[in-house]
């Protein structure tokens, strides 16, 4: 997502209670902890965060000029569990325990097509590496996206860390949906994959 350098997102707009610039381990207090990865402006992960009040979510954005719109939403509907990471995945392992994570979702991560820029992909197995670590034994990855290579690329990726997989090359839309998907599900099908209960 290309997004335009944003001069309200400044250091002092992130200094906010449930909010990482920085390595720090979450504390999470609740059964149950669902993280999204490149969250963009935050659309999916806050109304689901709304939605379920019992649980605690994890966004995470890199990009601190898209990460402001999260945190915007954050301030603007009150919401008490959902904390926002201001980081690239790569440093999950610096901010979550092992085993603490339920649920990933992936939703609509950049493609990166080129072969050269395929280990970038946040289902690429150096990520998956990262994801077992935090992810509970029986956690769960949700993974959509408009992009027919990567659904088959990721789907080749998933396979060899998870007992059990679904695939679909048309899902329907779910109750909530992100900005991408609103913008892309005009444009052709929609491909998802549900991977389950890690591979030790
Ligand atoms: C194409 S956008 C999708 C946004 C949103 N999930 C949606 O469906 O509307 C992908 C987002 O992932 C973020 N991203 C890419 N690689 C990341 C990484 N390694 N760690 C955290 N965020 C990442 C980008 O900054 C971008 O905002």
């Excluded at 790569?90 to 939703?107: A, F």
């Excluded at 991560?109 to 077992?132: A, C, E, G, M, V």
């Amino acid at each position: 997502m290309r997004q335009k350098f944003n001069k309200l997102a400044t250091k002092s707009f992130f200094d906010e209670k449930n909010t990482y610039l920085k390595p720090e381990i979450l504390s999470i207090n609740k059964e149950k902890c669902i993280l999204e990865i490149g969250s963009g402006k935050g659309k999916f992960i806050t109304e689901f965060a709304l939605k379920y009040p019992n649980v605690t979510f994890v966004a995470v954005e890199m990009n601190r000029h898209v990460a402001y719109h999260i945190l915007k939403k954050v301030k603007e509907k009150n919401i008490s569990n959902l904390h926002l990471i201001v980081d690239s995945a790569k440093n999950l392992i610096y901010y979550l325990n092992e085993k603490t994570v339920s649920s990933i979702y992936l939703n609509f991560s950049d493609p990166w097509p080129k072969k050269k820029h395929h280990k970038r992909r946040l289902t690429h197995p150096n990520y998956l590496k990262i994801y077992k670590t935090i992810l509970k034994r029986n956690g769960k990855i949700f993974f959509r996206t408009d992009q027919k290579e990567f659904y088959f690329d990721s789907s080749l990726y998933l396979q060899s860390y998870f007992e059990k997989i679904s695939y679909n090359q048309n899902s329907l839309s779910l109750p909530i949906i992100s900005e991408y998907e609103l913008k892309k599900r005009k444009l052709g099908p929609i491909y998802s994959i549900e991977a389950e209960g890690i591979n030790e």
